[in-house]
């Protein structure tokens, strides 16, 4: 019965459906974000691979450790050294 291809006729009328229902306003403004998270994330992936490629120097903080941040004076405390 299903040969489990499609022709191009069910494509085009698949189309239409979905341009009936949706719009083309919301279809355009859905590629156009879908490209964008595409372009982000090869962007993000060739980020990864250039940090990959440096040996961390040993002056970094290794992932998960706390850094050290200098004491502060308490909320509301004056110091007068006049």
């Known amino acids: 019965m299903f040969s489990g291809t499609f022709s ?12 009936a229902v949706f719009g083309t306003k919301k279809l355009r403004g859905a590629g156009g974000d879908l490209g964008a998270a595409v372009k982000n994330f090869k962007s993000a992936m060739r980020e990864g691979e250039e940090e990959g490629a ?29």
Request: a neutral charge; zero cysteines; aromatic letters at 4%.
């Open 8 to 19: 191009i006729w069910h494509w085009l009328i698949l189309l239409v459906i979905v341009i």
């Open 54 to 82: 440096h040996p961390a120097k040993p002056s970094d903080a290794i992932e998960g450790e706390a850094k050290q941040v200098p004491p502060q004076s308490p909320a509301g405390a004056r110091s007068d050294k006049a």
